[in-house]
T-cell receptor, first 116, second 113 residues
Framework: AQKITQTQPGMFVQEKEAVTLDCTYD???????LFWYKQPSSGEMIFLIY??????QNATEGRYSLNFQKARKSANLVISASQLGDSAMYFC?????????????FGTGTRLKVLA | DTGVSQNPRHKITKRGQNVTFRCDPI?????LYWYRQTLGQGPEFLTY????????KSRLLSDRFSAERPKGSFSTLEIQRTEQGDSAMYLC???????????FGDGTRLSIL
């Protein structure tokens, strides 16, 4: 069964430092998509970055980059130059395409706290 | 782009009552998703629509839950005979499909007394 695993319930990082949030996934699909979302305490889910299973290069969006290691089935999020506003829950998600449906599975999240 | 709109933002009701939530997706998005999120967990898939067709419904969803998307625009999620365990945040998201990301609404928080 498809599954997303985020093993870090909580992480701390010093302001201006880089931090890596781990995500591993399990799927038998050849074609799939991996997404990262940020959820601040206010509750809204904010899309950060996307990686397709056939993309050869790691995705980057500003201070966010995705360290995609297909053979290891990992899709870690790297946040560079952390800011206080980065403190939030971060969710890794996978889009399944089995049987032509487009269902998303989310991990349990990692709570990031940026320290001044 | 006015974003995904959900209402109400909060709903408090007594156990056994029926509740209905509404989601207005981004206008050009043909896919619409409903999720449930409890404290400390990630969003849990409930159901999704492509245009007006409901293409998948979670097996975890009991028969008390029903969703519609008439005319492929807004969607409603109804919970009948609410139970304590239904207390959660109900999130709606829409997308263009393919590699495009989902855009989420602010959610409806349901509290069952």
């Amino acid at each position: 069964a498809q599954k997303i695993t985020q093993t870090q319930p909580g992480m701390f990082v010093q302001e201006k430092e880089a931090v890596t949030l781990d995500c591993t996934y399990d799927t038998s699909d050849q074609s799939y998509g991996l997404f990262w979302y940020k959820q601040p305490s206010s509750g809204e889910m904010i899309f950060l970055i996307y990686q397709g299973s056939y993309d050869e290069q790691n995705a980057t969006e500003g201070r966010y980059s995705l360290n995609f290691q297909k053979a290891r089935k990992s899709a870690n999020l790297v946040i560079s130059a952390s800011q206080l506003g980065d403190s939030a829950m971060y969710f890794c998600a996978m889009r399944e395409t089995t049987s032509g449906t487009y269902k998303y599975i989310f991990g349990t999240g990692t709570r990031l706290k940026v320290l001044a | 782009d006015t974003g995904v709109s959900q209402n109400p933002r909060h709903k408090i009701t007594k156990r056994g009552q029926n509740v209905t939530f509404r989601c207005d997706p981004i206008s050009e998005h043909n896919r619409l998703y409903w999720y449930r999120q409890t404290l400390g967990q990630g969003p849990e898939f409930l159901t999704y629509f492509q245009n007006e067709a409901q293409l998948e419904k979670s097996r975890l969803l009991s028969d008390r839950f029903s969703a519609e998307r008439p005319k492929g625009s807004f969607s409603t999620l109804e919970i009948q005979r609410t139970e304590q365990g239904d207390s959660a945040m109900y999130l709606c998201a829409s997308s263009l499909g393919g590699n495009q990301p989902q855009h989420f609404g602010d959610g409806t928080r349901l509290s069952i007394l």
